[in-house]
């Protein structure tokens, strides 16, 4: 699948030519693949605003999306898009600069929203939640002037799962982030492709890659945070337990209502019994079951 030197899109120029690398490579394009496919995530001839924030995730899945519509597995258009949102120190030439060597189609935007949740939040007190709303909301009208359909997100297997345990440690739900959804005004998906790619592998990828990381500092600079947290639990266990990650984020994909407590999900009020009359015998050489009395 990668091995003619000259079949390669500018995204994986200078890739490591190493059996590791490949094999990473194929794998996170395979896993990208398959969870596109699962949820159904393909509309012939529409167009993705693939959301860029610089991190190594977003990086990991331009490049993935970008392997696959290379090789006409993927066919929509796909603009890369940046939102810049003010905050001190952030290097605004780094992405532009990088999506044109890379030629990659894209639209940079530039909106103030970190002096609003600097104004808005109190001192001591997460930014994440409000950060996340006002760039989710301007990412949606970015995607509505571009004519797209979809708003891609970078989020991976271990944002899913750590969300998952937030919600049940600190919302009292059974939640996480789906790999598909819609919004609630119905005109645009959500869509997250790497929901079955490990963090550690994006990781692995975007250093191996030497793709120019840009850290978030409005949210990375706080301590305490409910993620960090799980996060560091969910270490532990799989430190514990090699693999424990994985097992946990294949119960995501196999739930039974019927074995758990919401009514809303199974009738359990329409349950009732089988009252009619139950064989005592299977056959003509089967023993008799005696009646209890």
Same mark, same amino acid.
């Given at each position: 699948?990668?091995?003619?030197?000259?079949?390669?899109?500018?995204?994986?120029?200078?890739?490591?030519?190493?059996?590791?690398?490949?094999?990473?490579?194929?794998?996170?394009?395979?896993?990208?693949?398959?969870?596109?496919?699962?949820?159904?995530?393909?509309?012939?001839?529409?167009?993705?605003?693939?959301?860029?924030?610089?991190?190594?995730?977003?990086?990991?899945?331009?490049?993935?999306?970008?392997?696959?519509?290379?090789?006409?597995?993927?066919?929509?258009? #796909?603009?890369? /898009?940046? *939102?810049?949102?003010? !905050?001190? &120190?952030?290097?605004?030439?780094?992405?532009?600069?990088? %999506?044109?060597?890379?030629?990659?189609?894209?639209?940079?935007?530039?909106?103030?929203?970190?002096?609003?949740?600097?104004?808005?939040?109190?001192?001591?007190?997460?930014?994440?939640?409000?950060?996340?709303?006002?760039?989710?909301?301007?990412?949606?009208?970015?995607?509505?002037?571009?004519?797209?359909?979809?708003?891609?997100?970078?989020?991976?297997?271990?944002?899913?799962?750590?969300?998952?345990?937030?919600?049940?440690?600190?919302?009292?739900?059974?939640?996480?982030?789906?790999?598909?959804?819609?919004?609630?005004?119905?005109?645009?998906?959500?869509?997250?492709?790497?929901?079955?790619?490990?963090?550690?592998?994006?990781?692995?990828?975007?250093?191996?890659?030497?793709?120019? #990381?840009?850290? /978030?500092? *409005?949210?990375?600079? !706080?301590? &305490?945070?409910?993620?960090?947290?799980?996060?560091?639990? %969910?270490?532990?266990?799989?430190?514990?337990?090699?693999?424990?990650?994985?097992?946990?984020?294949?119960?995501?994909?196999?739930?039974?209502?019927?074995?758990?407590?919401?009514?809303?999900?199974?009738?359990?009020?329409?349950?009732?019994?089988?009252?009619?009359?139950?064989?005592?015998?299977?056959?003509?050489?089967?023993?008799?079951?005696?009646?209890?009395?």
């Amino acid at each position: 699948m990668f091995d003619t030197p000259d079949d390669i899109h500018p995204l994986f120029a200078g890739a490591p030519s190493s059996t590791e690398f490949k094999k990473l490579r194929k794998r996170i394009v395979r896993q990208t693949r398959e969870a596109i496919e699962q949820y159904g995530m393909i509309e012939r001839g529409a167009k993705w605003l693939v959301c860029l924030s610089g991190g190594k995730d977003s990086y990991t899945l331009l490049a993935a999306l970008h392997e696959l519509q290379w090789r006409g597995l993927l066919p929509v258009e #796909i603009l890369a /898009c940046n *939102l810049d949102q003010g !905050q001190p &120190g952030f290097p605004a030439t780094v992405l532009p600069e990088f %999506l044109e060597k890379m030629q990659v189609p894209h639209r940079i935007e530039y909106q103030d929203t970190y002096s609003v949740v600097m104004d808005k939040i109190p001192q001591g007190r997460t930014f994440c939640a409000l950060c996340s709303r006002l760039r989710r909301g301007n990412l949606y009208r970015i995607a509505r002037e571009e004519g797209c359909s979809a708003v891609v997100l970078g989020h991976h297997r271990d944002d899913i799962l750590e969300t998952f345990f937030m919600n049940l440690f600190h919302g009292g739900r059974l939640a996480t982030m789906p790999p598909k959804l819609l919004n609630e005004e119905g005109d645009l998906f959500v869509y997250r492709p790497l929901a079955f790619v490990a963090e550690a592998d994006c990781e692995k990828f975007a250093r191996a890659m030497d793709y120019p #990381i840009i850290p /978030c500092d *409005l949210c990375g600079s !706080q301590d &305490g945070l409910q993620r960090q947290q799980v996060k560091q639990i %969910l270490d532990g266990w799989e430190k514990n337990s090699p693999g424990r990650r994985q097992v946990m984020f294949r119960s995501l994909m196999n739930a039974r209502p019927s074995h758990l407590l919401d009514p809303k999900l199974f009738d359990f009020m329409g349950l009732s019994r089988d009252l009619s009359p139950q064989p005592t015998q299977d056959s003509e050489n089967s023993v008799q079951v005696p009646r209890l009395r």
